[in-house]
């Protein structure tokens, strides 16, 4: 399915010269309520605008004099078109990075916007934007068992998951008793279509879980993947009335702390001295770690 969906809109002009009314209500009208409107012109030769994407904004971008190439991706594809009618529109839906590129100097590009503005709203970092289209969180099956196997018995993923001996019959009986497991939940993680890695909560308790993952493809380590996981999990564990989770993550795993800080989770004080233990709570009340 193409990214560039146009908006032709009813021209009224006649022989005195063009006139596009768009009206709430009317057929071929924007698919949405309006509730801001602006206006880009002037801009410097040689430079480009936009570079990012609303999680929740829907916007129709219509050029109404001059041109610009206007540049639209979903992390899948991307596609571009001359933005360069003041009769159509580009209808730019939400999760679409925008880029916005050789604009004319007479190029007055008006938007018609959903919403007001909100900076909360914005992906401004690609990979960001990357990461949260293509990360996705599916039903842990044998494909990531035996991937599992791999990553947990490369050298550098067992110590930076604190992972103990176990044989493949071990794995094998664990996994089949995830079934009948009330307390514990696993998931696989995905790139596009690559299985990467894999999370989960254990200990479940009435409160409160631990939380657990890892990225087992060490090319997408950084690039926004964990950030995605976690904040499924929290969803995960609120979904199912927990009030917190925690962690253990090793103290020399910079990379899952800065992960876990960034996400709220803050150091709960503890004897041990190979680990450190973080817990984030979804309220005010403090959790049992
Ligand atoms: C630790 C791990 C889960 C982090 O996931 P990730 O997808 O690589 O991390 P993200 O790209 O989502 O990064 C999230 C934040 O952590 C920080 N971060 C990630 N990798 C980092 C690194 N190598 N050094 C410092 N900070 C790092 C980034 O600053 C990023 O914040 P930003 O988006 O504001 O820049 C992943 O790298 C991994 O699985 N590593 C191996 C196994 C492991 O350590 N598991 C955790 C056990 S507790």
């Known amino acids: 399915m193409s990214l560039l969906n146009w908006i032709e809109f009813q021209s009224l002009g006649d022989e005195r010269g063009g006139l596009v009314a768009l009206e709430i209500g009317m057929e071929k009208a924007v698919p949405f309520e309006i509730k801001r409107v602006y206006y880009i012109h002037h801009t410097e ?5 936009g570079f990012h994407a609303h999680h929740n904004l829907r916007q129709v971008a219509i050029c109404v004099a001059g041109k610009c ?6 992390g899948f594809s991307r596609e571009e078109t001359w933005m360069n009618s003041p009769t159509r529109g580009l209808l730019i839906e939400t999760m679409v990075w925008r880029e916005m590129h050789d ?24 990979n960001r934007f990357i990461a949260s289209k293509k990360t996705r969180i599916v039903k842990y099956d044998e494909r990531f068992l035996k991937l599992s196997w791999e990553w ?13 001996d176990f044989t493949r019959l071990q794995q094998l009986e664990f996994y089949k008793s995830l079934d009948g497991r009330s307390n514990y939940k696993i998931f696989g993680v995905m790139f596009g279509a690559e299985l990467v890695g894999a999370c989960g909560l254990k200990n479940i308790e009435a409160e409160v879980a631990e939380l657990w993952l890892y990225i087992g ?3 997408y380590w950084g690039i926004g993947i964990g950030r995605e996981v976690v904040n499924f999990l929290e969803g995960e564990a609120a979904s199912i009335g927990l009030k917190g989770l925690y962690l253990k993550v090793a103290v020399s795993n910079i990379s899952a702390q800065t992960l876990y800080k960034k996400n709220g989770f803050k150091e709960v004080i503890t004897e041990a001295e190979s680990y450190l233990v973080m817990e984030k709570s979804f309220d005010s009340i403090s959790n049992k770690v």
């Not at 190439?69 to 979903?74: A, G, I, K, Y």
């Not at 604009?103 to 690609?126: G, K, M, P, Q, T």
């Not at 018995?153 to 103990?164: F, G, S």
Request: hydrophobic share 40%; proline share 4%; charged share 30%.
């Open 69 to 74: 190439r206007m540049v639209l991706d979903d």
């Open 152 to 164: 947990l018995n490369d050298p550098e993923i067992k110590a930076l998951t604190m992972t103990p």
């Open 103 to 126: 604009f004319s100097d007479d190029c007055v590009l008006l938007v018609l916007a959903s919403e007001h503005y909100d900076e909360l709203d914005y992906i401004r970092n690609y």
């Open 45 to 49: 030769a040689g430079v480009s605008r």
């Open 217 to 219: 493809v060490k090319k």
